[in-house]
């Protein structure tokens, strides 16, 4: 029996407390689903990106080929490549004349820096943000590379404009084993007195031939390589240059018709 002067609770104040007691959340699923919750953030989550509905969607034209949304530009990181092209030792001095013709195409056409190398005696060409074709660095190593062959950089240039220009390098013993005077004679029909049997091969195919030794090398289109080819191995197998001049007037004939 409690004390008379204890204070006694009336039945609904116990109620209320009991009431008031918090009790524990219950997680539901409902709550861990839902993506618009705001307890989830996009770190939180590894799955799969979300997508809108018109990303899920495929448009299909008439002909039942997918639509895609087009490109965006998008900055690549910047790849700076190098190329390394060796001077031969006879070519220094043309180099060194040559060099204020031989650069600005290089910089102001392809966007290469370009410098030379007295060390390793080597032009090194380099990318930078400016340039914008990819194929600019192999078009001036082909251009560089043309003009360490022996060719003018006049005629070199035409590498840098043009896109089905190639060169052709062959050796006399590739044609015929000569030795002795009868290669310094080969070598001379294919020059001809004062230049002029290389001069009438090089207008008649439009093409430019350079002498190199026994090495021959053609800068031109791919059937006009064949044109000139195709004198030059006659001239080396012993071809009087009469019959060779004779059937470059019926080719440069053909020609002027085709076109």
Request: charged letters at 25%; proline letters at 8%; a neutral charge.
């Amino acid at each position: 029996m409690p004390a008379p002067t204890a204070l006694q609770r009336q039945p609904e104040e116990t109620t209320d407390d009991a009431e008031n007691v918090p009790l524990p959340m219950e997680v539901e699923d409902d709550l861990l689903i839902n993506p618009t919750s705001s307890t989830l953030t996009e770190t939180d989550s590894p799955a799969a990106p979300t997508t809108s509905e018109n990303d899920t969607e495929m448009h299909i034209d008439e002909e039942g080929r997918p639509l895609f949304a087009p490109a965006k530009n998008t900055d690549t990181p910047l790849k700076v490549e190098t190329r390394k092209i060796p001077i031969p030792p006879h070519r220094l001095t043309p180099l060194k004349a040559s060099w204020p013709k031989l650069y600005p195409p290089l910089v102001t056409h392809l966007k290469l820096q370009i410098r030379m190398n007295l060390k390793t005696r080597c032009i090194e060409l380099r990318t930078s943000k400016h340039t914008t074709s990819p194929s600019a660095l192999q078009t001036g190593a082909d251009f560089v590379k043309a003009f360490t062959l022996g060719f003018d950089v006049d005629d070199a240039v035409a590498l840098l404009r043009l896109d089905d220009l190639y060169i052709e390098t062959f050796e006399i013993k590739d044609v015929k084993t000569l030795g002795g005077e009868h290669l310094g004679r080969a070598i001379g029909r294919i020059a001809g007195k004062d230049g002029k049997m290389k001069f009438a091969i090089e207008n008649a195919s439009k093409t430019r031939v350079v002498l190199a030794d026994q090495k021959i090398h053609i800068l031109g289109g791919f059937r006009n390589i064949h044109i000139a080819r195709e004198a030059i191995v006659s001239l080396i197998l012993g071809s009087p240059p009469s019959k060779v001049y004779g059937n470059l007037r019926t080719v440069a004939a053909r020609m002027k018709e085709r076109f």
